[in-house]
Structures are given as structure tokens and as C-alpha cells.
């Protein structure tokens, strides 16, 4: 029963992040809607990977998704940090920072749920793990040059 209490907590954190991190991802980047948004979707990390956490406990077999999530959260706070300390390069690193957790984060989920979802599970099972990385890199790849053109010089 309590298990059952741990993973609605997570389900709720993850629909959290989920959206949270879209709502940053298609905000205009300035002060408000894409910080704040931000800041949630950290939040939700967070939570989602402690309750994963217990999940992990009750259910040993899901380790390997405590990783991704670890992961997804370190990322989050890697971008978060880039913007608060703002180091060398902070930009660019917080364009691949926090669409690469967002990218872990998508990737557990459908590995751990895509041979339940309608569509999804006439996908091979390996698709699961590559094709968040698949559609997400390409994007990276454009916010960094549409974002950082001109502002990174060469060694």
C-alpha cells in the first residue's frame, strides 16, 4: 500500500517536471516564466529521483532508472548553476545542460513505460532508449548556435 502512496508521488513529479520543463523550454528567456519554470522543473527532478529512491528499495530491478534520473538531476543542476555563477561559457552550457536532463529524464520514462503506451510499443526496444537523444540533440544543437553565434570566441 505505501509503495502504491511512493509511486503516485512520483507520477506526480514527473507530470510536474514534465511540463515544467516544456513551459521553460518554449518560454521566452528572460526574467519570469522561463526561470521560474526552471526552478520547478528542478524541483520536480528532485523529488521524482527521492522517490525513486524508495521505489529502488521496494523494487531493485528499477536501479538502473534511479541512475538516469541521478543523472537527469545532476544535469538540471549543472544548467542551473551555469546561470547563477555565470562562469566562462555559461550559456552554452546551460543550453546542453538542461535539455540533456530533460533528455534522461524522457528516456527513463519511455524505457521504463513504452511497452505500455499506445503507439509506442510497436517500437523495437531499443528506440526507448535512443530516440529522445535522437529528437532532442538536433535541437540542442540549434539553440546553441542560436544563441551563442559570435559570443564564444576561438582559442
Known sequence: MAIQVIIGIHIAAGLVAVIAGAVAMFAAKRPGRHPVAGRIYLGGLAVLVASACVIV????????????????????????????????????????????????????????????????????????????????FPLVVWALRRNTAGRVKAR
Do not use: E, K, Q
Open 57 to 136: 528499495v521496494a523494487r531493485p530491478h528499477t536501479a538502473f532508472l534511479l541512475l538516469l534520473g541521478a543523472a537527469a538531476l545532476m544535469l538540471a543542476g549543472i544548467g542551473l548553476a551555469a546561470r547563477r555563477i555565470r562562469w566562462r561559457g555559461w550559456l552554452a552550457h546551460h543550453i546542453i545542460a538542461m535539455p540533456g536532463s530533460y533528455i534522461l529524464a524522457l528516456t527513463a520514462f519511455y524505457v521504463d513505460n513504452g511497452p505500455r503506451l499506445p503507439l509506442w510499443r510497436l517500437l523495437p526496444p531499443a528506440w526507448f532508449w535512443f530516440l529522445p537523444a535522437a529528437v532532442g
